[in-house]
């Protein structure tokens, strides 16, 4: 007499859950400068590194704000998975990624270019553009702006 054996699959609800909100005197993502305002003030007392996302609809309006990493002075480890699931969950038509340097000095560091060439990559496979990666430093006053330097080349 054979007997089959019984498994247990674990069962999952995916669900994204609203932590508040951020007040912001931008509404709207029109220029690089809109990105790093709220960056500035979202990023204003950290401490550490944090990678934020700013989640967008289909006329670049905000509907949401991730903090995806938190890092140590100078860096933090960002995996483009953790970037999309939170793009997907809140039904994103596009992002803008943004981090701070706690040095003060907003230039990208190599390992930032890198992340945002697989982030392009990785929302274009999906179907999510990144649309800037906008890097803050000196309490928000200095930034750079992928886009604005024309580094945010989404290949065919």
Do not use: W
Request: a neutral charge.
């Amino acid at each position: 007499m054979t007997t089959s054996k019984q498994y247990s699959i674990p069962r999952y609800t995916i669900s994204l859950v609203r932590d508040g909100k951020v007040p912001s005197q931008v509404a709207q993502i029109r220029s690089s400068r809109d990105a790093r305002d709220i960056l500035a003030a979202y990023l204003a007392d950290v401490d550490r590194e944090h990678f934020v996302v700013l989640l967008l609809d289909t006329k670049n309006r905000i509907i949401g704000i991730h903090t995806v990493s938190t890092g140590s002075l100078s860096a933090s480890i960002v995996h483009p998975r953790e970037v999309m699931k939170v793009c997907i969950l809140s039904n994103a038509h596009a992002f803008v990624g943004g981090h701070n340097h706690p040095s003060g000095d907003p230039n990208p560091s190599l390992e930032d270019r890198a992340l945002t060439s697989r982030l392009i990559e990785a929302g274009k496979l999906i179907g999510i553009p990144m649309l800037d990666h906008v890097i803050v430093g000196d309490g928000g006053t200095a930034y750079f702006s992928f886009a604005d330097e024309v580094l945010m080349e989404q290949k065919a």
